[in-house]
């Protein structure tokens, strides 16, 4: 059975959202068991059998608009269909699935307070400091003090370790930023990416951010974690506007 991480934010009815966790599929090796990621090196045919147990599971409206993440700042539409290179997709049309695949990097999803558009985003260190929170903010078309934020499973602050010159570009960008950095030794420093992109959004004015509990790197029977692992699969978040009752 699919395992899955609800989020506990106050979206409007009609939103429906979630992220998986690493069980429920069939996937085999250090992909075991419910990896969504078709780029990773695993079986095809156990990916796409993960991702119909996924539509299947949550009763999706489609197939989850799949990206071809680049930890960059581009974001598509979900009507502009399957592997776009970008590393956020909105979407206002009921029925469109938004996902990102993820494995340590933050996975940040965004709703209006009407219901009636939402987005999820790709948010690696290089993507946050690229941009990726705010272009994502600037393509909803509600202002940002009506957004939503949650923030999902990623590389927790007392794992995600790196060096002097990912802090760097942080505070170029924000001395602010320095509060989310704490040193770890021999010229090292351990990042929180909740908090930086905290400080991302609140600075789009976007002040409704839940979620940030969690720790890929450390919640080893739950969660994919690249920097743990290396060879490991990827888990989704998903956000969609439920269709009517009644609709195709």
Same mark, same amino acid.
């Given at each position: ?15 429906? #959202? ?30 796409? =059998? ?5 539509? !299947? ?5 489609? +197939? ?9 700042? !581009?974001?598509?539409? *979900?009507?502009?269909?399957? $592997? ?55 393509? +909803? ?7 939503? #934020? ?10 995600? =370790?790196?060096? =002097? ?25 351990? *990042? ?40 490991? $699969? ?15």
């Amino acid at each position: 059975m699919i395992s899955l991480l609800r989020p506990e934010w106050p979206a409007p009815n009609g939103v429906a #959202a979630c992220c998986t966790t690493r069980t429920g599929g069939v996937s085999q090796g250090p992909y075991a068991s419910l990896n969504l990621a078709a780029h990773v090196g695993d079986d095809p045919v156990a990916v796409g =059998e993960n991702r119909r147990r996924l539509v !299947e599971a949550l009763k999706l409206p489609a +197939m989850p608009r799949w990206l071809q993440q680049v930890h960059g700042c !581009e974001v598509v539409e *979900a009507s502009d269909g399957p $592997g776009c290179a970008a590393d956020a997709v909105v979407s206002g049309r009921p029925g469109e699935v938004c996902a990102v695949l993820t494995a340590d990097c933050l996975p940040l999803l965004l709703c209006d307070r009407d219901g009636s558009e939402v987005g999820a985003v790709h948010a690696g260190w290089r993507g946050l400091a690229a941009g990726v929170v705010e272009a994502a903010v600037g393509r +909803m078309q509600a202002p940002p003090e009506r957004l939503l #934020a949650w923030l999902g499973p990623a590389i927790g602050p007392e794992a995600f =370790e790196v060096g =002097e010159e990912v802090r760097g570009v942080f505070l170029e960008h924000d001395r602010a930023a320095a509060q989310a950095f704490r040193r770890s030794g021999g010229g090292r420093w351990l *990042a929180d990416l909740y908090r930086l992109a905290r400080q991302r959004l609140a600075s789009l004015g976007v002040a409704a951010v839940y979620g940030g509990t969690h720790c890929s790197f450390s919640e080893g029977a739950r969660f994919y974690s690249y920097r743990r692992d290396g060879v490991t $699969g990827r888990m989704a978040s998903l956000i969609w506007i439920e269709p009517e009752k009644g609709s195709e």
